[in-house]
């Protein structure tokens, strides 16, 4: 009960819709970016392609304050992105999350989208089916694996709290998250209230 | 994939129309300041008389004192309130500051856990204390992460004639590299020493066994300055804005409201704009 009395509820509930808005506005720019990708790494075959897919699957443990920090830099007013006045906004947040989530979601998608490849790939290439063509229906035939692709993705950018916390800066009301809030709040020793700000919620 | 889209669209158009309008009427400034002014709760308490008198919304970041005058000199910050004479300096020689202005004042206090290893509680010499300490070889937890506080406590440290970090330091001074807070939190865990402004102090709430050990000490004058951003150097900065927040922090109003923040009774900060100390 103490986080009622402690937390107003209005900005409560105003973290949780900045934390949605943002991570799943992320999410879905990965999603745009990576699965592409992904069927692209499926269906084309190219010198290369086993080199760019263990790249991918090694940018799955992408630390999120090596990538808070490199965007730092670029979105940073002496930086190169510095005009588009992004750093220390929700904006800034949204394109640090999805560059975390956007490996994750290429490269599950890939793996979801191998299997079909192998077992319909032919049947669909001497149907006439062009390149990108086979990765829209083979996204659809791996709908549920692709799906689950997606979610995890989502998973990395709620959860997430290194990246937006230098990107974002935890400004009050503008860009204090869920987990940034529960970062402050454990450094002004309110423990219990940290807590059940992730409890209840 | 439709449903997500749409959810993010529904979201994120409200996060960006806001800001889109924000930015658009200059009406926002960015102000880089420590984490002891933002973890006390003082800025949240007066910004608001100041956003509600002016209209302009200010958007703290709270760092370190040494991160916060280099994210200003990087030109991501409009102005800074800050703690650390020697790192301001050094700021004003590289000719990023513009007007400097001294605006309130509190004191440093060390911190210790009630059983006190190291016989010091009482005293009012930081520099007998620290000695006495390092001599006990009790746990002291350093900031370590470049703060207008971190240095003050190199710089007794330096006054003791000892380097705690050296000859094996590591077993009872822990450098935690963390803010005021993080600081308090892991001394209170582990019955450690520790320097803190009063301010995060008085607003801490996981205290545990720790009491102020030492308070009043000259060396301890913990002073605070806004300082903005010369105009030359970075353009980008919104200095009409930044230069009324600068001006109302140290106008009567704005000094009023910062005697007034009190925690159970004990005033916070001293204003010391109008009768410099």
Known sequence: ?201 | MKVLALAAALLFGGILGDHACAQSMQHSIVLASTTSVENSGLLARILPLFTKKTGIEVRVIAQGTGQALATAARGDADLVLVHDPEAEDRFMAEGHGGKRRQIAWNDFIIVGPNTDPAHVTGGHDAVAALTAIAAARAPFVSRGDNSGTDALEKRLWRKTGTDPAANGGGAWYRDIGGGMGAALNAASAMAAYTLSDRGTWLSFNNKGPLVIVIEGAPALLNRYDVILLDPAKHPAAKQTAARELAEWLSSPEGQAAIGAYTIAGEQLFRPSAIEPQ
């Not at chain 1, 630390?63 to 588009?84: C, D, E, K």
């Not at chain 1, 979801?112 to 063509?133: F, I, K």
């Not at chain 1, 995890?152 to 987990?179: C, D, H, K, P, Q």
């Open chain 1, 1 to 201: 009960m103490d986080l009622w009395a402690a937390l107003n509820k209005d900005d409560l509930l105003d973290i949780i819709w900045l934390s949605l808005g943002v991570s799943l506005s992320a999410t879905f720019l990965a999603a745009l970016v990576g699965l592409p990708r992904g069927g692209a790494l499926a269906v084309y075959d190219f010198r290369g392609r086993r080199g760019l897919t263990i790249l991918l699957n090694g940018l799955l443990g992408l630390p999120p304050v090596v990538v808070g920090l490199a965007l730092y830099l670029l979105l940073s007013r002496s930086g190169p992105l510095g005009q588009f006045g992004l750093l220390f906004t929700p904006g800034g947040m949204v394109l640090a999350q999805a560059t975390l989530a956007t490996p994750i979601i290429g490269a599950l998608g890939h793996r979801a989208m191998q299997g079909p490849w192998h077992e319909y790939g032919d049947a669909l290439r001497v149907d006439g089916a062009s390149r990108p063509r086979v990765i829209r229906m083979l996204l659809r035939i791996a709908r549920p694996p692709v799906l689950t692709a997606v979610l995890a993705g989502f998973g990395r950018t709620i959860s997430e709290v290194g990246a937006i916390l230098i990107v974002g800066g935890n400004i009050a009301g503008y860009t204090r998250t869920m987990t940034t809030t529960i970062v402050l709040e454990t450094s002004k020793g309110n423990l219990r209230r940290s807590r059940s700000g992730w409890g209840s919620c």
